[in-house]
């Protein structure tokens, strides 16, 4: 005699019993459900279906325009997402303007976010869609397709879920303490994407968004000047590096040398570039020299497409962490500015 797949679950387990552990079950599902276990499961890959159905394919065609006549652009969108998400989560806080009648400062008065660029250019692209669909795109969301766009000029084509809400809160007190410098240790990296639900792969492999752009002296110079113990740089790459950055305190504000060998494009050289001594800070040589995270650093060095593959889930998790849903925020009208009339 067979038995069902419920008698075997059950075994020999009465009605009533089976009955009040289904109620049981579906209990733990409402609370489940209601207290949000499943973060992610609150943005959704078809959120503006209805209300701004254009809203990836606008999106897609004014970042196109912007990368032809810009093409570091792309590098200054996939670090303002970093910068975004990284403060409060993803949630346009980074856009804010400080107040001056209060005295509140904007995220951009930290010093870690020197050299963020293009908040405006997210500003211009939220008016297009205003006129599109009015009220209806966050900025959050808005930043997060961006970065999407620029990664996949010559990357990975990521699918992000959406519905970010905009914060009515920023904090340049928390930029300052949540945005790490360029020599934290591989403990503090991973703490920062474990915190994300990132894996130590996924960790080594967001850090892989080094492969475009640019690092500026003044993120340099302590390196170069004043080495940890143990971090090794190749001898030309260190020359290279000394002409244009010439003291530990750089003189101006212009000098930058490029993240990888191919700054401007999405791949796996900056992997390759660590592994021979060439990376521009201290955390992207610390990955190469860990023991935990200098395997990963190798396979993604030979391996461009699994480097794809895991770049693109971390990326989704990074975007999707403690992030505003539903009625929480707002979404506002001018990405610069909290709309006072709906807080
Ligand atoms: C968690 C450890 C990280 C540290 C310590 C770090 C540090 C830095 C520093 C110091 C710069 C140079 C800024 C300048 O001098 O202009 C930089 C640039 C950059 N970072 Fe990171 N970063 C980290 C993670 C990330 C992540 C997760 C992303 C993106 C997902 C990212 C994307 C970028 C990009 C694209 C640039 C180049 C920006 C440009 O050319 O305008 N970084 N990073
Ligand atoms: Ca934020
Ligand atoms: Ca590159």
Redesign the pocket.
Known sequence: MYTTSRERIMGSYSPILFDSYLTVVVLLLIIGVSFGVNEEAQLSYDHYKFTCPRVETIVQREMLSIFLTDP?AP??F??L??HDCQVQGCDASILLDGNDSTNKLSEMVSSRN????NRETIGLIKSKLEFECPGKVSCADIIALA?RESVSLSGPRIQIPLGRRDSTTYSSQQADADL?????TVDE?IH??DSKGMNLEESVA??G??T?????C???GSRLYDPQPGDQMDQKFEAFLRKICPGRIPLTNLC?AP?DGT?AIFDNQYYRDVLKGRGL?G?DSNISRDPRTAPIVRQFAVDQNHFFGVFSSA?VK?SSTNVLTNGEGQVRRQCNRINVDER
């Open positions: 570091t590098a200054a996939l670090r997402f970093f020197f050299g963020i660029r970065a790490p410098p360029q020599g934290i990296l920062i994407f967001i850090l968004a080094h475009l752009g640019v690092g500026h003044q993120n340099i930058f993240n700054p800070f955390i990326f990074l």
